[in-house]
């Protein structure tokens, strides 16, 4: 089963595929898609912290880049194709208004034409095979994917992964299985189911080439008996690389928002939530 760990901004970022590694193989991840990176003329994404050559990534890593200018996306690609990545990923489900107003994100389904010219550059760049665009079955409505699918189709991706909600759902709410599979009889690219999915993952959706996996496998990393030691390993990591605790200590606390329902961590969160340095969340993850 094909299994794809979700880009999650401010959580699945450098720092946690590297505490997080070996939980990360063990999953059987063949990939991971990076939180978006800008992809704006100008920018040079190998001075982004999410593709520094420091440390091994567990799994092979997609870089995945947000934008509407294909000069920008282009130069972006070369740039990371020298540095010897063979995949990158668009992405078109970014669903927060200030992205999607100015046509990013997800705001790049109501805007075809610039669509196609973006992953005309990607497939141009990557080569065939290599390049996926990660949607939302629309903006406001989940019939939208239908006519923007053909647009797609005269490209020959890796696989275009849907995640199963509107733009305006944003991550909540219920999942659309009956336009997701409208969607998957409607394109000639293969398809990767996202949305709630579990974890451990179960079969593939029918019709699917496989799953994106986010929330659920972080979720799971709080239900493991070494997660003091992981989240001490992940505090170090983060400090190094944040260059100090503050900055450490939010990524801790938006890790653990994830924990809040869990047995042990509903009791521990109350404290963890109000911790005011590293050392302080720390002690209190072994509480109780
Ligand atoms: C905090 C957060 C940050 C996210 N950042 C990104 C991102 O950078 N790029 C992207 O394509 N999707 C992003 N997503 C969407 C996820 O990749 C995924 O599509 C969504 O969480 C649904 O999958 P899940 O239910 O398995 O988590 C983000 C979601 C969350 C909750």
Not at 135 to 144: K, Q, T
Not at 255 to 278: C, D, F, N, Q
């Amino acid at each position: 089963m094909t299994a794809i760990l979700a880009p999650l901004r401010g959580v699945t970022v450098k720092s946690f595929r590297a505490a997080f590694a070996r939980e990360i193989k063990a999953a059987r991840f063949c990939e991971s898609v990076t939180p978006f990176i800008t992809a704006v003329q100008g920018y040079d994404p190998l001075k982004d912290r999410e593709l520094s050559s420091e440390g091994e990534e567990p799994v092979p890593v997609v870089p995945q880049f947000i934008g509407k200018d294909p000069a920008a996306l282009e130069h972006c690609l070369e740039r990371i194709k020298d540095a010897g990545y063979d995949r990158a990923d668009l992405n078109c489900g970014c669903p927060f208004p200030m992205v999607r107003k100015k046509f990013r994100g997800s705001g790049i389904m109501k805007t075809p034409d610039i669509l196609a010219k973006m992953t005309e550059t990607g497939v141009k760049i990557m080569g065939k095979g290599r390049f996926s665009v990660k949607m939302r079955l629309g903006v406001d409505s989940p019939g939208e994917i239908l006519s923007v699918l053909p647009v797609l189709n005269r490209f020959p991706l890796k696989w275009i992964t849907v995640h199963a909600r509107t733009a305006k759902q944003m991550y909540s709410g219920e999942c659309d299985m009956a336009a997701f599979d409208a969607a998957v009889a409607a394109s000639s690219n293969k398809i990767i189911y996202n949305g709630d999915a579990p974890f451990p993952p179960e079969t593939a959706r029918s019709g699917t080439a496989g799953t994106m996996i986010g929330r659920s496998f972080v979720i799971h990393l709080g239900t493991l008996e070494n997660i003091r030691d992981l989240l001490e390993r992940y505090a170090e990591i983060s400090i190094r690389e944040l260059c100090g605790d503050r900055p450490a200590l939010g990524r801790l606390k938006e890790l653990a928002a994830y924990w809040k329902e869990l047995p042990g961590w509903k009791r521990r969160w109350p404290v963890l939530k109000i911790s005011r340095t590293v050392g302080e969340f720390l002690s209190a993850a072994s509480l109780f």
